[in-house]
């Protein structure tokens, strides 16, 4: 293990372990990522350069897991060669090369840290942002957006803080008094996600709460056992039985029902009608698309201005089309659909087996971290972007899975480099 050290006035030395300083560094990557604030891309540049190094440093590492994983990098590989076409050539590259760094970024991560590590280091990060936005949001009154941009985004950010902090009070290699407070900030994550008043925050802080329950429960140690199986084939007669009760007799649509109380529509407040939009735009250019960034130029775009108009926006507020596949679809084509449709399926099966066959708590937190992503693309379009965490946790979960399963049959992830022998 190597460390460094440092030798104060007094003669004492204090050292530290490279592995320490990659969890730290990593805490402080996702402290930076988790919300965007005035003069953040001094922290964030120097970290991104920091991690360039590393991964170079610790490239016998990475390598052999890359090999395993190289399917998730096979889009960012198509967006760096749409540059040839992009109408905005300088933004695709761009685009490319930082989306290239931040998956590299994820294997060395997992290169470097357990998933213990991993989910010690999100929840802390996730702890200091979210005791920040409840004392801003409570102090100056802003309790549906707090210190974030919008209440979307805080929503988001609170199903991250819940996630991570419910699955780290359930964890038991985590010391006690740690899982106490991670209990507090999953309780106020709770209420920060109702205040936001976001109908797909509160639905998946739900969702998530039962897959991690039921999960800590039923998948603990591996699903493949008598006992396990039986319980899980109990809990779903039980929840079949209870939905043949009740459902036929019912007069309201659920779904109506859940999105009236949030005050949105059927059309999810205008969404379905960008959808056509994007469809429209992805008929002239179906499968190459028009490049990172070659979409969205207000100046340029008499479509951009109306869809802006209609949605009351202002020519220099971002947009997009509340849809990732749609938001991808349009600037990489159905190419860059297909490709990251491939690697997303990939990250969600390993992801997947791994909390099915293993059942720790890290494994289930992935999992449960997982779905959210998925569910959330359909309505979210920052997916497959760049240094975005709530997607960074998606790919190292599904790496931490395959490192994992390759410990688990005995395969070294060590690459040795061969040199000829003088003859």
């Known amino acids: 293990m190597a460390y460094a050290s440092a030798t104060g006035r007094s003669g004492l030395t204090f050292r530290i372990s490279s592995e320490r300083v990659d969890f730290l560094i990593f805490a402080l990557w996702c402290l930076v990522t988790f919300v965007q604030f005035r003069g953040d891309e001094l ?4 970290l991104a350069l920091y991690y360039a190094y590393s991964i170079w440093r610790y490239q016998r590492q990475i390598v052999p897991l890359l090999a395993r994983a190289w399917v998730i990098l096979l889009y960012p590989t198509w967006c760096l060669i749409s540059v040839l076409w992009a109408v905005e050539p300088i933004e695709a590259l761009k685009h490319a090369v930082y989306l290239f760094l931040t998956m590299l970024i994820c294997f060395q991560v997992v290169s470097r840290l357990s998933p213990r590590e991993i989910l010690h280091a999100i929840c802390l990060a996730a702890i200091i942002v979210g005791a920040i936005n409840f004392a801003v949001a409570m102090s100056s009154g802003r309790t549906t957006s707090g210190i974030f941009t919008s209440k979307n985004s805080m929503g988001k950010n609170m199903v991250v803080l819940w996630i991570a902090t419910f699955a780290t009070f359930l ?12 209990l507090g900030f999953a309780i106020l994550a709770a209420v920060m996600a109702v205040l936001s008043n976001s109908a797909t925050a509160v639905l998946l802080v739900l969702a998530s709460a039962l897959i991690i329950a039921a999960g800590a429960v039923i998948l603990r140690g591996g699903l493949f056992r008598a006992s396990r199986l039986a319980t899980l084939c109990m ?27 949030f005050g949105k529509d059927s059309t999810l407040t205008g969404r379905t009608l960008l959808w056509q939009y994007a469809e429209e735009q992805i ?24 869809i802006h108009f209609e949605f009351y926006k202002g020519p ?37 087996r791994w909390a099915i066959r293993e059942g720790t708590i890290p494994a289930i937190y992935f999992f449960a971290h997982g779905m959210v992503v998925l569910v959330r693309i359909a309505t979210e379009a920052d ?3 760049p240094f975005v965490l709530f997607h960074m946790i998606f790919w190292i979960g599904a790496l931490a899975a395959v490192k994992h399963a390759a410990e688990r049959d005995g395969q070294s992830l060590s690459f040795v480099w061969s040199r000829p022998r003088p003859s």
């Open 43 to 46: 922290v964030l540049y120097p």
């Open 316 to 352: 220099y507020d971002r947009f997009n089309f509340h849809n990732s596949f749609y938001e991808i679809a349009v600037h990489q084509g159905l190419i860059g659909v297909a490709l990251a449709s491939l690697g997303t399926l990939w990250a969600a099966v390993m992801i997947v």
């Open 383 to 385: 997916f497959l972007k």
């Open 235 to 261: 809990v779903l007669a039980g929840m079949a039985t209870l939905a043949l009760a009740i459902l036929p007799y019912q007069q309201v649509d659920p779904v109506n029902a859940i999105l009236s109380q």
């Open 171 to 182: 964890d038991p290699g985590t010391r006690w008094h740690f899982r106490l407070v991670a």
């Open 283 to 306: 008929r002239e250019r179906p499968f190459l698309g028009v490049g990172a960034g070659g979409f969205w130029r207000y100046a340029e775009s008499p479509l951009v201005q109306r």
